[in-house]
């Protein structure tokens, strides 16, 4: 990365924009970029000072980038993604694809970007776009004629201010600009919605001493993400090996269960019911890592749309990180000498409203592979993973006879599918097009799914962002609104895959 000259336009107090993105995480940034670079004039409005969102503000995420391969070992997401991986991995900051055929095999690699870097890259690429961004800054309503969004109001240092915009792309995460616009949203009722958590990083592990016994002891570890359904996937034995051979912590990637120490701590009274131990693994410079601990609190009976829930969330989280990391200092090997090194400042919310498109994206198409005349992307992960932080989290879930574990990722049986033949389903354009309400976009989190289909990993928040910038772009330039451009989306698609976005065949590699 060279030495940047040149300033965003901060401070010009423009007030009419091309394209407003509301939100600076994972998706809003995918969005501002490649809205810009397909030629709208950009605004990117940030609640916080920091872009990055759960990738940095309140992450890193435990895997990113991962899952960029489908269980057929095909590659299913390129584009802006792809293209900040290889900036971060020229300069240092990214691991190569973590591609061991016992992973490959369940569609699970990792490819490990350094968050930091990841963020300053993100400031750098909106130098190179000329995105504007106001940080700081929240977006508290919109301004309408009839059903038709004509831009923002924003409310930050400068008071309560309107700023004019021909498309808006709600990228807040949890849909508050949708809300705001009026927009019909699927919000999962509190006592149902999944937990969320605090993460926290760490450094000085001893990671020789770690990796011995996590060799002597591969029973301990949980890894059923790496045994799927297919016939040739994984076997037990197959993943028990991986650990006893292991002789390179980056290999694992995430280590998560530690079943006989964190039973004898909750004996001792030493652990909270409300998370599985465990951790993943952060590349940071000259070859370091860290462990990141994303889900050592697990607070449920939160709304991420209030802000009474979220408060109390805050409060819990901090008590329960505490708890779970004198576990780690005390129980586990390794972590005798180790430190923490950052408590995230924002609370990682893992479920909230979701937008009723044009079209809903179920689980039965994740299951189908389906393919979509109007896709602008693809992903392999499954749907109906829920986590839970106490047996009163999902009850319809328990309803349905699944296991429940406390604590733990657990599965609807109902809701699970994954993709058939280890391939890959596409994502439409239509999910991205809010039902009745014009000149509005969602990406990232609060795309329109059905809740089994909740499109909210690193990776497919990055390629609807992509798509709902670009299409934005192309609606204004052709003076369309985004739900007529879902009549002819040949050159949204064409524009995509000039970017290196993987619409279609999904290439071996
Ligand atoms: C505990 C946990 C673990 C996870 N682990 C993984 C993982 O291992 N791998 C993976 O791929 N994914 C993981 N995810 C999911 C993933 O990290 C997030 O879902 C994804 O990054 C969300 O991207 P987004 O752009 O939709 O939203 P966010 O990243 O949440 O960004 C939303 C942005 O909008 C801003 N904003 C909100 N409201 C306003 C407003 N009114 N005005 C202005 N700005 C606003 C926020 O400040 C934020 O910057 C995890 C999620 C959680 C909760």
């Known amino acids: 990365m060279g030495y940047c000259t040149t300033m965003n336009k901060v401070g010009s107090y423009d007030t009419k924009f091309d394209v407003i993105v509301c939100g600076g995480g994972t998706s809003g940034v995918a969005a501002a970029i490649c809205a810009a670079r397909t030629g709208a004039k950009t605004l990117l409005v940030e609640r916080t000072g920091a872009l990055g969102g759960q990738m940095s503000v309140s992450g890193p995420p435990g895997f990113a980038y991962a899952r960029l391969f489908n269980p057929q070992g095909k590659r ?117 919605v999944q937990p969320h958590t605090l993460a926290f990083t760490v450094d ?32 037990q034995e197959d993943v028990v090996r991986m650990y006893e051979r292991c002789y390179d912590i980056k290999e694992l990637g995430e280590l998560m269960g530690f079943y006989e120490l ?6 001792n009274g030493d652990w909270h019911p409300f998370s599985g131990a465990g951790f993943f693994l952060t590349p940071k410079e000259g070859g370091h890592i860290q462990a990141h601990f994303q ?20 409060i819990e989280c901090r008590k329960q990180n505490m708890i779970a990391w004198r576990f780690f200092k005390n129980y586990v090997p390794g972590f005798e000498n180790a430190y923490i090194t950052k408590v ?37 992960f499954k749907a109906g993973g829920y986590h839970v932080a106490s047996m009163d989290t999902l009850n319809h879930v328990a309803a349905t006879g699944s296991s429940v574990k406390q604590g733990d990722v657990i599965v609807n049986k109902s809701a699970l599918a994954y993709p058939k033949d280890g391939g890959s389903y596409d994502i439409p354009y239509r999910c991205l097009v809010p039902k009745k309400v014009d000149n509005l976009l969602a990406a990232g989190k609060c795309v329109s799914t059905d809740r089994p289909a909740y499109l909210r990993y690193v990776h497919q928040t990055m390629v609807t962002g992509q798509a709902a910038g670009t299409a934005a772009a192309l609606c204004v330039k052709k003076g369309i609104t985004p739900r007529q451009m ?15 976005a993987i619409l279609f065949e999904c290439p071996e590699s």
């Open 344 to 380: 995230c400042t924002e609370v990682r919310l893992r479920e909230g409203p979701r937008i009723i498109g044009d079209y809903i994206l179920t689980r039965d198409d994740v299951e189908e592979a389906k393919q979509f005349p109007d896709t602008i992307g693809k992903s392999s």
């Open 76 to 192: 299913d997401v390129g584009g802006f993604l792809e293209e900040t991986y290889q900036r971060l991995y020229r300069s240092g900051h990214a691991l190569p694809h973590l591609r061991y055929p016992v992973r490959e095999k369940a569609g699970y690699g990792f490819s490990y970007v350094d968050p930091d870097w990841w963020t300053f890259l993100i400031y750098e690429m909106m130098e190179e776009e000329e995105v504007t961004l106001l940080l700081d800054t929240l977006v508290v309503g919109v301004t309408k004629e009839g059903d038709t969004v004509t831009g923002i109001v924003v409310e930050n240092a400068n008071g309560r201010n309107e700023i004019a915009g021909k498309i808006v792309i709600d990228c807040t995460g949890e849909g508050y600009v949708s809300l705001q616009a009026g927009v019909e949203c699927d919000i999962v009722p509190r006592d149902d």
């Open 204 to 235: 000085g592990v001893d990671w020789e001493k770690l990796l011995r016994y996590v060799r002597s002891h591969p029973e301990q570890f949980s890894f059923k993400q790496l045994i799927l359904p297919f016939k040739g996937a994984n076997t």
């Open 295 to 314: 889900h050592s609190s697990q607070v449920d009976n939160c709304l991420a749309t209030d802000a009474w829930d979220l408060s109390r969330c805050n």
């Open 486 to 500: 879902e009549q002819d989306v040949s050159e949204l698609q064409s524009t995509l895959v000039a970017q290196g």
């Open 262 to 267: 964190r039973d004898i701590a909750l004996k």
